[in-house]
């Protein structure tokens, strides 16, 4: 196994089980996440960059609550093919787990990225997210690419290794944002600069991730 494979695996054990008959595998490769983890991650990501580019960066509105509905039916129903497939009722193949994992996902960072805009830039953007047309294409479009990227990634060794490293860069990605938004409100109106902010979020995220792979990897070798 290749150094870089061996840094996939053992940062994707701080989240995932790595149960190879839950993964995807390419020859004697095992991605370095399962098939739902891949697909919750892959999912955040590609939906992570809708959320920072154009007029949607720093956004911070409010959502309707026709979106919220959206959004949170989409969720639940992400959980509940998972439920359903760890008690024994249907789904319980690979295809479904990456399903239900970009169903959860896909959807995160329009929940979660806000949050962080109104903790950490207040003010900066008040534009809603999913407010037009293309904005929903785009989530549709990020769902359909992750879908077609981790499904396809079986028969090429260059699908298998990037969707792999997208689904790592997506929990990196996740996790800075919850730590990144954990850090804003414990430091509001303390003064402390934005970009220090982040840097304390970046170092603390790598912190845990790191730490939790090595704890999971003593603890289920």
């Excluded at 580019?53 to 609550?65: E, K, L, M, V």
């Excluded at 359903?84 to 995160?108: E, F, Q």
């Excluded at 730590?179 to 845990?208: E, F, Y």
Aim: hydrophobic residues 60%; contains cysteine; proline residues 4%.
């Amino acid at each position: 196994m290749d150094p870089l494979w061996s840094l996939l695996t053992f940062i994707g054990y701080a989240f995932c089980h790595q149960l190879p008959e839950r993964s995807y595998m390419f020859a004697d490769l095992q991605m370095p996440l399962c098939a739902r983890c891949i697909g919750i991650h892959v999912g955040f990501l590609l939906s992570s960059v809708v959320v920072w580019t154009g007029a949607r960066r720093f956004a911070s509105g409010i959502w309707n609550r026709k979106i919220v509905i959206a959004i949170a039916t989409t969720v639940i129903f992400g959980f509940a093919m998972a439920i359903a497939s760890y008690l024994g009722l249907g789904g319980d193949d690979n295809l479904s787990r990456t399903i239900s994992g970009l169903l959860i996902g896909t959807p995160l960072p329009f929940i979660v990225v806000p949050v962080l805009n109104m903790a950490m830039f207040p003010g900066r953007n008040r534009r809603s997210f999913l407010d037009s047309p293309l904005d929903i294409l785009l989530v549709i479009a990020a769902f359909a690419l992750g879908a077609a990227l981790i499904l396809l990634a079986t028969g090429s060794i260059v699908l298998f290794y990037l969707a792999s490293i997208l689904g790592i860069l997506g929990m990196l990605a996740f996790t800075f944002t919850m730590v990144s938004i954990l850090v804003a409100v414990l430091t509001d109106g303390k003064g402390m600069r934005i970009r220090n902010k982040l840097i304390v979020s970046a170092v603390l995220s790598l912190a845990l991730i790191l730490l939790l792979a090595a704890i999971h990897s003593v603890i289920l070798p």
